[in-house]
Structures are given as C-alpha cells and as structure tokens.
Antibody, heavy 120, light 107 residues
C-alpha cells in the first residue's frame, strides 16, 4: 500500500525557517517524481514545487522561488522541503504527492498533510 | 502562464441526480488536464487524468471530457460520498496550475 507521511509542520515566526519531510513507503520511491502542494486555510490548492525521480531536476512556483528548496534522499525514501524567509502568506497545509507512473503530473497519491503556521 | 477557471463555484444537487462541472484554461492545454476530489478534512484524490482517463479505483459514474481550453467533469448519479470540492489542474507546461474549485453540495 502506497503511503506518504508528512511531518515537520509547526508554528514559526515571520522570517523563520522550517524543514518538512515526507516519508514514503509501499512503492519504489526512486522511480517516481514527487511534488509539494499547499492549501491555505479555507482556500484552494496551490502547486509549490516538484522534483524528478533522481532529484536532478527541480521546479518552483514563483511565490516560493529563492526561499524554498525541494530535495529527496532516495536511500531514505524521503522527500524534503526546506522553507526559509517564511511569510504569513506561506501559512497552509502542505501535502506531498506522487507523480503518476513516473511522470511529474498528475498526482496519484497524496499524504494527509502537515500544517505550517507563520505568525508572530 | 495558463490560468484555470471553474464554474460554477457551488453546485447544489440532489442525491441520484447528474452533476456537470466545467473547467476552462486561458490557453490550450491539449488534454493535459486532471480532476481531483477533496472531501472535507481529507487530502485530494485523483479522479481523472489526460482529460478523460479514470484513475485506478474510480467509479464509472465519474467521466471527463474535453480538450484544448474547455473541459467537463460529469458525475452521472450523485452518491452521498460525492459531495465534496472538485479541482481541475493543467500540467501542459510550467507552472502547472489548479482551478479554484467547484463545491458540490446537497440540495
């Protein structure tokens, strides 16, 4: 069974940093592209960042470019999102998701999300 | 970049009735379009990819159609578990984008 388990969400002050993790199991993690999608409270879905299966290619939304870094450790079956210079607008539930059949999109499995709150 | 819109914002439907949801792209995305369902308090779930291909385990009452800029998700006979928010997403180019969602609620 495919499972994605996010962790690392917390309350952080504006300007602070946080690292999210997504532990994957039930599939060959190194064969799949992975993506982070966020959802602000009461709002819709927003694509944040994606990484290829090998980690060689990364993609970012303009809203996070230069502040967030996506990475993966295929030996640990784990996806990461390093978030720096956090803003109130980054407050959201962050989901990790798997690309369907090896392509980046669409996203066929999602974790349950981890909440990031940026507030003083 | 491609902007996605969805209509209506809210659709009130009685159980057993048909629901038709629309999604529009600001420029052609061919058939690089997915539909997701999000129930309250849950993560999104993939319903449709490639505009019309049902994902694994998705009931046949869900169908997708369209290409280019106009897309439709049809739920042929609404069940209680289908009351949720539905998002379309294009992935034709970077950045990919989600629509704002259509909430399907009970009439």
């Amino acid at each position: 069974e495919v499972q994605l388990l996010e962790s690392g969400g917390d309350l952080v002050q504006p300007g602070g940093s946080l690292r999210l993790s997504c532990a994957a199991s039930g599939f060959t993690f190194s064969s799949y592209a992975m993506t982070w999608v966020r959802q602000a409270p009461g709002k819709g879905l927003e694509w944040v960042s994606s990484v290829s299966a090998t980690g060689s290619r990364t993609y970012y939304a303009d809203s996070v470019k230069g502040r967030f870094t996506i990475s993966r450790d295929n030996s640990k079956n784990t996806l990461y999102l390093q978030m720096n210079s956090l803003r109130a607008a980054d407050t959201a539930v962050y989901y990790c998701a798997r690309g369907l059949r090896g392509v980046i999109f669409p996203l066929d499995y999602w974790g349950q999300g981890t909440l990031v709150t940026v507030s003083s | 970049e491609v902007v996605m819109t969805q209509s209506p914002a809210t659709l009130s439907v009685s159980p057993g009735e048909r629901a038709t949801l629309s999604c529009r792209a600001s420029q052609s995305v061919s058939t690089e379009l997915a539909w997701y369902q999000q129930r309250v308090g849950q993560a999104p779930r993939l319903l449709i990819s490639g505009a019309s291909t049902r994902a694994t385990g998705i009931p046949a009452r869900f169908s997708g159609s369209g290409s280019g800029t106009e897309f439709t998700l049809t739920i042929s006979s609404l069940q209680s578990e289908d009351f949720a928010v539905y998002y379309c997403q294009h992935y034709a180019n970077w950045p990919p984008a989600f629509g704002p969602g259509t909430k399907v609620d009970i009439k």
